[in-house]
């Protein structure tokens, strides 16, 4: 399934299913120069990673001499740079369709995994005879040798984003014999583990996506919900205590609304979320155009208003299919259910911006701008300092800090303002908020899924996102002269524990699910829902 995240940015390169040619040494050289002096330019940090400046240059010019004599093709060189890529350890850096062919003449893999906490299984198989089966091994490899291998090709933070890795790499044929080797017969061999210790050996075949023929195991429970809209919510009990909310992209018309008040162009997302929403054209009319695409702001008020009516218990916030978006969207939903209790907290955490030309240009401003409207000095090169969303001046009341945010953040016809001032501080309705999290959840999917958990003290339940505490943020997109290939570089880094103290640098769940637990709920693809009902049940959460 494609979160939005990843339609849009397929959309905005396309596919090139040109024939590969050999592009000279020189040439390639003169690329591999442009994108260096793009990432020295635009990142944070690209030094530490390589264990100094000295040692990034010094792989640099590895590199450079390492490129043949006769040149390479495209392909080749893309994997050059997201090997050089994979040791940033940053999912915010990254090229921009890396495997790219004609994917719909690719080949998929008869089955689907649940990644787990330290473990991979089985989802989906033919017949559903696979599913809930552990895997220890792939064409007769371990699968801690494949973990390890894919931390070399790949920009992963945590061990959940090599897990995630992996598994899109299996995906698809092309892709893994780029790993494994030589796929013949056109099948791979896994080996598994029942839930009794009995080993067990199959081979899946690789096959057209109109062929595939996979079904997961019979549900516990059946709620139609979407898995690939932003977000939609519904009851999930009789008695309508128990709210799931599917948000699967942090992406929303308030998106479009703030392109808008900051003077940025926002066409391309507009055009973007109609197809994604299947909107159909949209209206020439921009100001009808996004009064069409759904507001996160409205639908979280409605909701908290009918679970208030129903004196609801529980809100599950599903944020396993959710790769990220635009943060300040989550952030009225905080003050809905808190109240002016949100203006007092305080994150502790601080978010650390390279001023870029690149990056300036990307917002469409210039650094004169950026100083007069921030009251700062900075110039080109400088670093922005900064608390994580919540800079409040102490002197002011938490009332008053409310006043400021929302005066200073929306402007007067942002969706939603007017439910927003109307509750003059008070919150809304406060359930417990449970958070479910997976390797998918990623940038501002964990920044919402720290941010509740600080916020509201929520429960989370499921895998530790991908994405690291402490990281790379934001992109800043490139295009490279002669082999075109397109790619990000992240312009901020995140600073949610600064001292380090979480050594494996993942948000750990409350309630990992864990290989016994997918088990337990007949290896459902919402066992983590499942798992919630039961621990709701036992008076758990």
């Not at 720290?450 to 429960?459: P, R, S």
């Amino acid at each position: 399934m494609k979160k939005i995240v990843l339609f849009i940015i397929l959309h905005l390169i396309g596919y090139n299913l040109s024939a590969q040619h050999n592009y000279s040494k020189d040439l390639l050289i003169e690329d591999f120069r442009e994108y260096i002096d793009f990432l020295e330019e635009v990142h944070c940090d690209p030094y530490s990673p390589f264990g100094g400046k000295i040692q990034f240059h010094r792989e640099v010019q590895n590199i450079i001499d390492s490129i043949p004599e006769n040149g390479l093709d495209e392909a080749a060189f893309r994997s050059i740079i997201s090997k050089f890529n994979s040791t940033l350890q940053d999912g915010h850096t990254f090229i921009l369709n890396e495997n790219r062919q004609d994917v719909t003449n690719d080949q998929i893999l008869n089955m689907k995994f649940k990644i787990l906490h330290h473990d991979l299984a089985v989802s989906q198989s033919r017949n559903g005879k696979l599913n809930g089966l552990k895997i220890t091994a792939i064409n007769d490899i371990p699968l801690d040798e494949l973990l390890k291998r894919v931390q070399t090709i790949k920009a992963c933070e945590n061990i959940s984003g090599v897990y995630l890795s992996l598994v899109e790499i299996l995906m698809r044929k092309s892709s893994a014999e780029k790993l494994l080797g030589q796929i013949d017969n056109n099948r791979i061999k896994l080996d598994f583990l029942d839930n009794r210790t009995n080993q067990q050996t199959e081979y899946i075949e690789y096959t057209d996506l109109n062929e595939r023929k996979i079904q997961p195991n019979t549900s516990l429970f059946n709620v139609n919900i979407s898995k690939t809209i932003p977000f939609e919510y519904k009851y999930i009990d009789e008695n309508k205590k128990i709210v799931w909310m599917a948000y699967n992209s942090t992406y929303s018309r308030e998106v479009i609304e703030f392109q808008k008040q900051w003077g940025q162009d926002y066409t391309n997302n507009l055009n973007i979320l109609y197809q994604a929403f299947n909107l159909g054209e949209v209206p020439q009319d921009y100001t009808e155009a996004i009064t069409k695409i759904p507001s996160l702001n409205e639908t979280f008020y409605t909701m908290l208003k009918s679970m208030k009516q129903h004196k609801s218990t529980h809100l599950i916030i599903d944020l396993r299919e959710n790769g990220g978006g635009w943060n300040p969207i989550n952030i009225p939903s905080l003050y809905m259910m808190k109240g002016d209790t949100y203006f007092g907290y305080d994150t502790k955490a601080a978010y650390i911006t390279l001023l870029s030309k690149p990056f300036l240009e990307k917002i469409n401003t210039t650094i004169e701008e950026y100083n007069s409207r921030n009251n700062t000095t900075y110039t080109i090169g400088d670093y922005s300092f900064s608390r994580f969303f919540n800079s409040w001046n102490e002197n002011l009341s938490l009332g008053e800090r409310r006043v400021q945010y929302l005066e200073n953040n929306f402007s007067k016809d942002f969706s939603g303002i007017d439910l927003l001032k109307e509750l003059d501080g008070e919150a809304l309705y406060t359930p417990k908020v449970i958070v479910v999290t997976s390797a998918a959840t990623f940038s501002a999917a964990f920044q919402y899924a720290f941010l509740l958990k600080e916020v509201c003290n929520a429960t989370i339940v499921g895998v530790p996102s991908s994405q690291a505490y402490n990281s790379g943020m934001g992109t800043t997109f490139y295009s490279l002269t002669h082999t075109g290939i397109k790619g990000s570089v992240s312009n901020s880094y995140q600073l949610f524990d600064p001292d380090n103290t979480v050594k494996d640098r993942m948000l750990h769940p409350d309630y990992p699910l864990l290989w016994e637990d997918f088990i337990r709920f007949d290896s459902n693809d919402d066992a983590e829902i499942l798992y919630i009902l039961d621990l709701i049940n036992k008076r758990k959460i």
